[in-house]
C-alpha cells in the first residue's frame, strides 16, 4: 500500500473514530441550571442520551473536571452556567430545540444581552484519552467567551 493510501486509511479511520464518539448511545442524569445573573452569561451544555458508553462518560468527567478546577467563582457569581442534560428527558424538550444536539454532544453559547452564540465543541472527542488537554482546551475556550 502506498503511503498516500495509508495516510488517506488513517484519516478515514479518524474520521470513523470521531464520528462513533459523537454518534454513540449516551444517557445519564440531567442537570437544573442556576439562573445567571446580569445580561450577559456563557452556558457550557453537555447532551447525553439516556444510554451511555464510557467515552460519553469520559467526556462529561472531563467537562465536569474542567468546570469544577477553574470555574467555581464563575459558577457561583452566575458568569458561567454549566448544565447536563439527557436528550431523551422530555424536560430538556426546549434545550434540545435550542441547541440541536445530535447525539453526545458539547456546546459553549456566550449569551450577550439575551442574544445566543452557540457553538459546538467537536474536538472533545479526539481528546478523550488525554484529560489534561481537554481541560487546557476548554478552560481556554470558556475565558475567551468570558474575556478572562
Known sequence: MSLIARATLCSLVAVVILLGGILCACGGSGGDAPTPNGASWVEVVYF???NRCSSCRRAEAGVRYTID????????SGDL?????????????????????YGSSLFINDIVDGVDHIE??????????????????????????LGQ
Open 48 to 50: 447525553h442520551r439516556t
Open 69 to 76: 478546577t477553574y470555574f467555581q467563582d464563575e459558577l457561583a
Open 81 to 101: 452556567v454549566f448544565m447536563v442534560l439527557d436528550l431523551g428527558d422530555k424536560a430538556n424538550a426546549d434545550m434540545v430545540d435550542k441547541y440541536e444536539p
Open 120 to 145: 459546538g465543541l467537536v474536538e472533545i472527542w479526539l481528546l478523550l484519552g488525554d484529560k489534561e488537554e481537554l481541560a487546557s482546551v476548554l478552560k481556554g475556550e470558556i475565558e475567551e467567551r
